[in-house]
Antibody, heavy 116, light 108 residues
Framework: EVQLVQSGAEVKKPGESLKISCKGS????????IAWVRQMPGKGLEWMGI????????RYSPSFQGQVTISVDKSISTAYLQWTSLKASDTAIYYC?????????WGQGTLVTVSS | EIVLTQSPGTLSLSPGERATLSCRASQTVSSSYVAWYQQKPGQAPRLLIYGASSRATGIPDRFSGSGSGTDFTLTISRLEPEDFAVFYC?????????FGQGTNLEIK
């Protein structure tokens, strides 16, 4: 069974750093792109970027380029989304999903709350 | 990037009725690379349709997709109580992939 299991909810202060994770199982992790999607409170879905675990080829949406870093550790089948300095506007649910185009498999989401 | 505009914003219907949701793109979507997702509160999105008209695995045949170019439609032939949710279209033919703002399908 294909599964994407994300790390738990985080509460952070503005200016802090954060790295959340997405662990894939039940399939060949290195053979499928992983995407990250943001959903701000009460809002729609926003595509952030993708990474190919086999060679770490990474693509970002222009809206998120320079704002976050997507990485992967293929030895443990885990993809990451990272911030160096969080802002209140980063408060959202972040989903990982398998695929570079449409996404059939999704993680359960990680709620990130940034508040002073 | 391609902007997707979904209409209506909210659709109020009763179980058993037919639902028609629209998604219009700001420019032609390559190869009809449009997907539709359903999202219920507190859940991740669920893929319904890809390639504009292909149903994803396990999706009931009351869900159908159509369209090409800049205009795409998701139709639910006879609404079941579990169908009420927010629906998003997505284009993945042009980089970056983008989503519409969503249509809230609510029980009348």
């Amino acid at each position: 069974e294909v599964q994407l299991v994300q790390s738990g909810a985080e509460v952070k202060k503005p200016g802090e750093s954060l790295k959340i994770s997405c662990k894939g199982s039940g399939y060949s992790f290195t053979s499928h792109w992983i995407a990250w999607v943001r959903q701000m409170p009460g809002k729609g879905l926003e595509w952030m970027g993708i990474i190919y675990p086999s060679d770490s080829d990474t693509r970002y949406s222009p809206s998120f380029q320079g704002q976050v870093t997507i990485s992967v550790d293929k030895s443990i089948s885990t993809a990451y989304l990272q911030w160096t300095s969080l802002k209140a506007s980063d408060t959202a649910i972040y989903y990982c999903a398998r695929g570079s185009a449409y996404n059939y498999y999704w993680g359960q989401g990680t709620l990130v709350t940034v508040s002073s | 990037e391609i902007v997707l505009t979904q209409s209506p914003g909210t659709l109020s219907l009763s179980p058993g009725e037919r639902a028609t949701l629209s998604c219009r793109a700001s420019q032609t979507v390559s190869s009809s690379y449009v997907a539709w997702y359903q999202q219920k509160p507190g859940q991740a999105p669920r893929l319904l349709i890809y390639g504009a008209s292909s149903r994803a695995t396990g999706i009931p045949d009351r869900f159908s997709g159509s369209g090409s170019g800049t205009d795409f439609t998701l139709t639910i032939s006879r609404l079941e109580p579990e169908d009420f949710a927010v629906f998003y279209c997505q284009q993945y033919g042009n980089s970056p992939p983008t989503f519409g703002q969503g249509t809230n399908l609510e029980i009348k």
